[in-house]
């Protein structure tokens, strides 16, 4: 198993929007499997769902809980 993709970056401060995140490499990386027409292996689905969840659950579950105080939903 492979560490987490943060563990490894160069960037002196962490910048999601920087091409060097390898957060975002890691994410986008089943895609160049699937338009190569191969099968994406564990690993890279593994470091893709972690990239994943830092990148956008959590902020998605953020977003969803505001929403759902404004609506009075539980």
């Known amino acids: 198993m492979q560490s987490h993709p ?16 390898l957060l975002k490499r890691a994410y ?14 564990d690993e890279v689905r593994h470091r893709a769902s972690m990239a994943h969840h830092e ?4 902020k998605s579950r953020a977003n969803r809980s505001e929403r759902e105080a404004r609506n ?3």
């Open 28 to 41: 986008s990386e089943p895609y160049r499997y699937r338009s190569a027409g191969l099968p994406v292996p």
């Open 6 to 21: 943060c563990f490894e970056c160069v960037l002196p401060d962490c910048d999601e929007r920087s091409s060097a995140c």
């Open 55 to 58: 990148l956008y659950a959590l």
């Open 72 to 74: 009075g939903s539980v």
